[in-house]
């Protein structure tokens, strides 16, 4: 008797290398010192998309504190988790970090647990700060101990609202 | 042309993502790749209508955006009937850094990931995997996509071990 065989494995065409060939399976080196040319082309807008992601932010914060809600916290969540991931490209570590703190509280609080709304103003007024002083350096020891606040701050409320 | 050298501009690449700056960001390194046919969208929901429309030969993808998810939308591309290529690459580019989230980005289906901040190096590197590392895909009752396990197919370069009894092989 035939047995049944619940996993099927197979290899489709590889129809993305029929199209744009190269044989050696290595990094296009000259298409990436193209990449890197125009990122630095572009670097002149950074200061601008930072200040309008720490808008949007502020903004998300503002909704959220006006109609606490699923919509308004997804808005700030996604806010914060941009940052997050794209203020490192714009030269602004520091923000990110905060960005990252913010994120992981209104990652782990669960959904029925009502964000601290005084946590999530020293964030954002802590990534206001940063970006007007235009604070880029990650060793300022003032900054790091900022974070390391706001760190600690997250971990309690997360801590308590397991409990 | 040297031996890397790819005619990325007979790609048409799908960059999905709710922020702005991040799809000029990809889009810019792209064009300098060469890639001349990008789509740019800002939600999952359009993804998929572009994907139905133009048929992309990839997709970079964000995780995080208002409406459907990533996820959900790689989901999507591999299991419904009306996927024009259920088996088109996806890099999921995001800001999820940890191992879990490493895992649930495999588990829907993804072919490559990208943690944000974003580098020259690392877009090439995946894009070159897509292309010269395609996984096998695998079909279970659970999941359709790429193998979860890097090689799967090629790692075994010994005999087979089975030919030694057919009779057994015949059964199966």
């Not at chain 2, 700056?21 to 889009?27: G, I, N, P, Q, S």
């Not at chain 2, 964000?62 to 990533?70: A, N, P, R």
């Not at chain 2, 649930?104 to 590392?133: C, Y």
């Not at chain 2, 659970?142 to 059964?171: D, H, L, T």
Request: glycine share 6%; proline share 6%.
């Amino acid at each position: 008797m035939a047995r049944k065989q619940p996993i099927e494995l197979f290899m489709p065409p590889n129809m993305l290398k029929a199209k744009v060939g190269g044989g050696g399976g290595g990094l296009d080196l000259a298409a990436m010192e193209r990449a890197e040319a125009a990122m630095e082309e572009l670097q002149s807008e950074f200061g601008d998309w930072i200040a309008d992601d720490v808008k949007t932010l502020i903004a998300a914060r503002a909704r959220y504190a006006a109609t606490p809600g699923t919509d308004s916290r997804a808005a700030l969540l996604r806010a914060a988790h941009d940052i997050k991931g794209q203020a490192p490209t714009f030269n602004y570590p520091l923000i990110a970090r905060v960005a990252a703190s913010l994120s992981r509280m209104i990652g782990e609080l669960p959904g029925g647990f009502p964000l601290p709304l005084n946590l999530i103003d020293a964030h954002v007024s802590a990534i206001q700060v940063i970006h007007k002083n235009g604070m880029q350096d990650t060793n300022d020891k003032i900054a790091q101990a900022l974070c390391a606040e706001l760190d600690a701050r997250v971990d309690e409320v997360v801590a308590d609202a397991s409990k | 042309m040297g031996a890397n050298d790819y005619r990325f501009d007979r790609l048409k690449v799908l960059v999905v993502d709710d922020n702005i700056h991040m799809r000029k960001l990809v889009t810019t390194i792209l064009q300098a790749f060469g890639v001349i046919q990008i789509a740019e969208v800002d939600s999952a929901e359009r993804a998929w209508e572009s994907l139905r429309e133009f048929n992309h030969d990839v997709v970079v993808l964000d995780w995080v955006m208002e409406g459907m998810s990533g996820l959900d939308f790689i989901r999507m591309v591999r299991t419904n009937p009306q996927a024009p290529n259920p088996f088109v690459p996806i890099i999921m580019l995001t800001g999820h850094t940890s191992l879990d989230h490493v895992r649930q980005a495999r588990d829907a289906g993804v072919n490559e990931f990208i943690a944000k901040p974003v580098s020259v190096k690392t877009m090439m590197s995946r894009l070159v995997a897509v292309i010269e590392h395609p996984r096998p895909y695998v079909r279970t009752t659970g999941y359709f996509g790429p193998c979860r396990r890097r090689s799967a197919i090629n790692e075994y370069q010994g005999p087979e071990r089975r030919v030694e009894n057919p009779k057994q092989q015949a059964a199966e």
